[in-house]
């Protein structure tokens, strides 16, 4: 690691984007309160059971809620945390979409490996 610190400035240069667009904190704080509620929600969901779904509905939707929030405010920048047009190149969905499938099936197979060794 020691090595890597003195030699990596050297051998990485550092890149700068000149047409970076401003960070924008306002769609920061909405996406954190999109994600943060949902998966509190998911986590309560799976610790009490559907018999409590209280709090932890209310918790997913409200997330729910922001998120719609965040992704009008994205469409409506010039520089957007998300570019969402992104979603309309079929093979950035296409490959987003095995993605995520992909770390399912991982994590499925995570759960049955524990389930089986036990």
Known sequence: MV???AVGPVLLPEYQDANAGRLDPISVTLSLAAILPIVYGIKELSVHGVQMPTAA???I???VAVGVLFVGRQLHLADPL???SLFGDRSFTVVLSAMMLATAALAGTSLLTGEVLQ
Request: net charge negative; charged share 10%; glycine share 8%.
């Open 3 to 5: 090595v890597l610190l």
């Open 82 to 84: 998300l570019d969402l």
């Open 61 to 63: 939707f409200a997330g």
């Open 57 to 59: 509905t209310a918790a």
